[in-house]
């Protein structure tokens, strides 16, 4: 209220309403004599009295009624008629005018404040009837159900329509109308409506209920009429309920603690409950079935699944990226890869694979670098460079195929990446000193702003320009030697170049890298030493040159470079469970 007459006291001021030119208006003759003083007087603390005046002629009217006279001093100099009407205090009767334009304002700050005064009656009036029917709701209770329901999940809908059923799961968005309640329910294989209506729609926690809350919900499900859409073409007509954890509302509600435009590292701090919203859910939901999809490929391809240790005392890809830490006095790793037990494996099981976590302590903060991610990693024998290719490439439209043929995963590709595309066969083959020529041919410079050269790494940025200006998957093959890691096959006739290729995809750049891998002892223990490593730590890895060689080859793939790539997530975090990136390890 104070607001308004705030308002409409500056109003006020503005047609400087005061004493003036014209005739003063008529008292009636019991009027009180008011005063305002423009300048000294208040209107929150003056009574109009020439002792404590109001500030202005609003404020009077508001506090005395319209039934006054009005006296004004003005705030700046008064003119000669003013003057000649002037008491010895300066105040001069309200003009007649100036009298009508405040009754006028003072009537409508009367009726703005009628109005406002009757809303909030009607507040009162809601919030009252409201409490009455919590307080009444505590009444109405469900009692025992003692009805045949059979358990079910959300997505066994289909097969029980027009059943009766149970679901457990979680409010994922709840819209409450008078007396109807509609919940989606999500149990993690998926959403379904549920109406609540009638006596269920009646309860204490019915009336209170939460987002996020834990239900259990039973009732018919029913087909969906004609023309509506609901997930799964059906919702339940809720019969019976109860409510198995509720959620808080208010500041801790979860709409409050989640939102898309949060800043990154408080969704970061708060993932375990982000990991409950739809994207989110569905990028778990399709890692989980490219998993799946993967180890269904890699048992068609023949390769047997093995799983190495996380804790070594070996590096595979260089000293720099090592996590290290105490082992019982002595110095281990978390390993960066586990390529080199695979190679091991290859004379035991023969062509092998493994899903395991990979550590790389990269202090890089790009949207593709995590500390922990799972490395996708297989290992082949008796092949040649041409055989490794082609497996990686069956390998990969093999995964995708298998993927998109279980519908429901082909619906969550497509939910988060319209349009999607599976790559053809064969991918674009590009060799290392192509890729150079192309860069520079583009115009597409090095880190330091300079043309590339034969020999520089390509950096991030310029492969990503390149992958995403040719828009198909690449194998970029035959490295420099200087820049790979020590166990890579040498070109045969120009050893400055491995057998090695890395594979680059749109958006992401690369997901894979892999090689051949020197078969001879001899050639190892040089490379160990030209790279300044200590030959004792990798007895084993040795061995397996010296107890029956082979030519071999194989490749690692970051699961989250992938998924980023297949799902069309802006950065490898969202692709992980809990990610881990440079000082992140929380939750
Ligand atoms: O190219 P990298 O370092 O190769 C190896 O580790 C080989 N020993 C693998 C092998 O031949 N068995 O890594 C292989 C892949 C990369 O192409 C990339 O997809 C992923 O692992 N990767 C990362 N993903 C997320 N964050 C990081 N910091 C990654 N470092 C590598």
Redesign the pocket.
Known sequence: MEGVRDKLAQAAEKLHIGGGQEAAAEPSPDAAKIYVDESAGSDDSGDGSKAKPYKTSLAAMLAKGQNISLFIKKAGELDEKDKASADEDGYVPISATGQKRVKKLHEAAVKKQKKLEEAAAKEKDKANAESKKLEESKGVTLGEDSKDARKIKIHQGAEHRDKRVKIFGWVHRLRQQKDMHFIVLRDGTGFLQCILQGQVAQTYDALTLTLESSVELRGTLKKVPEGKEAPGGHELVVDWWECLGKAPGGDEAISNLIAEDMEPSLLADRRHLAIRGQTASAVLKVRSGVLKAFRSTFDKLGLTEVTPPCMVQTS??GGSTLFSFDYYGQQAYLT??S?LY?ETVLPSLGDCFCVQE?F?A?KSHTR???SE?T?I?GELAFINFEELLEHIEELICGTIERLLADTEMKMLVEQLNPGFQPPTRPFKRMDYKAAIQWLNDHGITNEDGEPHKIGDDIAEAAERKMTDALNVPIFLCGFPREIK?FYMKRIKGNEEFTESV?VLMPGVG??????MRMSDAKELLEAYKTEGIPSDPYYWYTDQRKYGTCEHG?????L??FLAWLTNRWT?RECSLYPRWTGRATP
């Open positions: 595979v890809e960066q890869s390529q695979l990979s790389r990269e593709r670098h995590l991610y490395h990693e890691a890395d690369e997901i894979v890298g892999g090689s194989g490749y690692g793939m970051g989250e470079r490898v």
